[in-house]
């Protein structure tokens, strides 16, 4: 089997930010922060390649309103 390269990378978040990291985490079940990290950077990057592609987002809370969401 052939292991995948690899970077390391170090990060200093401020005790709000690790807060919500740490959340994230848990409301995941993800097994490490930087499986948080890998998904969210996916997500990110999935949100601005549709953004830039012409497509946007819309919430619609229990109402039925529906706003755009802003990503930028």
Do not use: C, H, P, W
């Not at 950077?41 to 529906?66: P, W």
């Amino acid at each position: 089997m052939e292991k995948k390269a690899t970077k390391r990378v170090q990060i200093e978040l401020a005790d709000k930010s690790f807060e919500r990291l740490n959340a994230l985490k848990d409301k995941t079940e993800a097994t490490s922060y930087s499986e948080v990290m890998k998904n969210a950077l996916r997500l990110y990057e999935s949100i601005i390649n549709q953004y830039d592609a012409g497509k946007r987002l819309y919430l619609k809370d229990v109402e039925g309103q529906v706003t755009e969401y802003e990503v930028f």
